[in-house]
């Protein structure tokens, strides 16, 4: 169980808010052009947890405003495995992602699924269903030209990439290396304080290191030699954030560890406020 208490309530702008996102939600275009069904909600293995240890919900089918949207991807060194699951992509996955989408259904008004859904980019037109997307262990992402290209219609088409839980040089080499695939021309810059991303939910003033459950066993906040979290991102020529990073931290460890009894809770509790806020702007900007 989640352990979301008090600290976690909005302010007084939630009435405001709700009206603000009930018009948004009306007029989100995003999928125009998509000329299949999206795919059904399907089940890989997963690098930390079996084949089936989740239950499946009533709701897994149900169409929604909102789905928690995991990236598929190729990583270094796994080959083709990555179709079948059990890499990198799914670190995290599925305990993770049912705990944030367990924030979004209980503390927005958004129509939340409650069970995730891994998307495949080479998958025909899929992931323009799916207005936001996450992915975790981009320092090791091996993403071809085609697949390059697919994120990047998406992204200007109006979708939302969070990625998370990568950490040092090498891996930020790796993830720029992708990345300039997709954006060549557009800049990664650092996000400021005034950004409303950070003031979307809630006002996020604590931005700090956000370690993953190593820190349980090693008691560092950093992984690799990446001593210093970084808040960046790249913007449309609009000034909407597309692609959120979250570079020597890991905001979906910290998130799925909220029930372990020795994880910080402070950790926790910013890792959450920030998933929320994300998907709030995601679904508004």
């Known amino acids: 169980m989640l352990k979301i208490v008090s600290f976690l309530q909005p302010d007084n702008r939630k009435e405001r ?15 125009a052009g998509a000329l299949a069904d999206p795919r059904p909600w399907r089940e890989y293995p997963a690098v930390e947890y079996g084949y089936g240890e989740f239950s499946v919900t009533d709701d897994s089918l149900n169409p929604a405003e909102w789905v928690f949207a995991r990236l598929m991807f190729p990583s270094l060194g796994w080959g083709s495995q990555w179709k079948a699951g059990g890499t990198d992509w799914t670190i995290d996955y ?3 992602d049912r705990h944030i989408t367990e ?6 008004v958004l129509d939340a699924r409650s ?23 981009v320092g090791t992402w091996d993403l071809t030209d085609e697949q390059a290209a697919k994120l990047r219609e998406y992204l200007l088409r109006g979708g ?38 950070f003031h979307t939910f809630w006002e996020l003033g604590e931005r700090e290191q956000i370690p993953g459950a190593q820190y349980l066993y090693y008691g560092r906040t950093y992984e690799e030699d990446g001593f210093v979290a970084h808040w960046r991102g ?4 609009h000034g909407r954030l597309m692609v959120a990073i979250c570079h020597n931290m890991d905001l979906g460890d910290a998130v799925e560890h909220s029930d372990t009894l020795n994880y910080p809770e402070r950790w926790s509790a910013i890792a959450m406020r920030t998933f929320v806020n994300y998907v709030v702007y995601s679904m508004t900007h």
């Open 17 to 31: 808010w709700r009206r603000r996102l009930a018009a948004a939600v009306a007029g989100l275009c995003f999928v």
């Open 94 to 96: 599925p305990k993770a």
């Open 103 to 108: 924030m979004v259904r209980r503390l927005t």
């Open 115 to 137: 069970v995730e859904q891994p998307v495949d980019l080479e998958d025909g037109d899929d992931i323009f269903y799916w207005p936001w997307l996450y992915a975790v262990e």
């Open 160 to 197: 939302f990439l969070m990625v998370d839980d990568f950490h040092g040089t090498e891996e930020w080499a790796q993830f720029v290396d992708g990345m300039r695939r997709v954006f060549p021309e557009r800049p990664i810059v650092d996000l400021d304080d005034d950004d409303p991303i």
């Open 234 to 237: 790249i913007y449309d020529d």
